[in-house]
């Protein structure tokens, strides 16, 4: 089978189960969210990018912004940390800016291999922040070319409009990037909420 993507050897070696997402991808997506008898419906575009900078987590950030009227008006961004799940130990640097202290656990493929869970993949925490006082850690796992999340726990300011738990779903698909998100906001329960297709720009 024809490789995606090349894959930068400099790599964390903990970052290689996630490296499929590396990259801008950019797209369009429908939102549809039903509050009570109302569903509010849109459509809209989106970039997202996933880098990384070294050290082994992936940053994570998404622009969207609304389609039909005469000009796109912005929507919605968010910015985030991904990563694999496991104890952070002495060589791990933090917390703050505390540099770590002796060599790095997860330095190869095979200790990396150590963290594969019973399901076959590999256990991921990210944390995502969006900008009207809304924070979210989810917990999940990436598996091949899928990853699942949930949410764990949700901090919300005292103005941020009320929201509670979310899903989200990502694959890689012919190519192209699909996700979807449900949420639990505004008094409903966890329900769809937005979905997108996204191709990986040059």
Known sequence: MARLFDLDASLPAEIVPLSWLLGVWEGSGVLSYKIAD????????QRVAFTQDGTPHVQYTSSSWLLGGEEP???FSEIGYWRLARPLGDADPGPGMLPGLGSPVFQTAEAVETLRNGDGGFDLEVSIVHPGGVSELYL??????????????????????EYAAATRLYGLVEEHLLWA?????????LRTHASGRLARLE
Request: aromatic content about 4%.
């Open 38 to 45: 109302e569903t509010r419906e849109h459509e809209f575009g």
């Open 73 to 75: 008006r912005p929507l």
């Open 140 to 161: 999940g796992q990436v598996k091949g070319p899928r990853i699942d999340l949930a949410t764990d726990a949700v901090v919300r300011t005292a103005s941020a409009k």
């Open 181 to 189: 998100w449900d949420i639990a906001a505004l008094g409903q329960d």
